[in-house]
């Protein structure tokens, strides 16, 4: 495998899927409510009844590693432990998309992404 930029996104997607998953196995989190709210952040796609520009502001808000990061600085500060799981779950999901190849998306369409056309 040639390290190009896309083989290294998806390696990278991979890291942040598995790094997530083991820290969720270490916090002891349930198996049962990472299976439940793993696919959550793809209700974002919702949007996309509404038009590409909301539907991929949406995702987009969903599939950035900056929203479970803010989660987490929240569960942190916040002194709001419950919040530390779903936090490590959405970073999975993203890590999942990203090795999948589904990237950011861009307002034209659905499979423009800033990784390639899907």
Same mark, same amino acid.
């Given at each position: ?11 990278? /997607? ?16 349930? @198996?049962?409510? *990472? ?12 949007? *996309?009844?509404?038009?590409?520009? +909301? ?16 989660? @987490?600085?929240?569960?942190? *500060? ?5 919040? *530390?799981?779903?936090?490590?779950? @959405?970073?999975?999901? +993203? /890590? ?23």
């Amino acid at each position: 495998m040639k390290l190009t930029p896309k083989p290294l996104l998806h390696l990278e /997607g991979l890291t942040f899927l598995v790094a997530a998953t083991l820290a969720y196995r270490a916090l002891g989190g349930s @198996w049962l409510e *990472y299976a439940v709210l793993f696919l959550v952040p793809d209700l974002a796609m919702a949007g *996309y009844a509404f038009g590409h520009r +909301i539907g991929a502001a949406g995702y987009n808000a969903a599939h950035t590693y900056l929203a479970p990061f803010l989660l @987490w600085l929240l569960a942190d *500060y916040g002194h709001l432990p419950s919040l *530390y799981a779903p936090a490590l779950i @959405w970073t999975a999901h +993203i /890590g999942l998309d990203r090795m999948l190849g589904y990237g950011l998306k861009y307002e034209t369409a659905f499979k423009d992404t800033h990784l390639a056309k899907v």
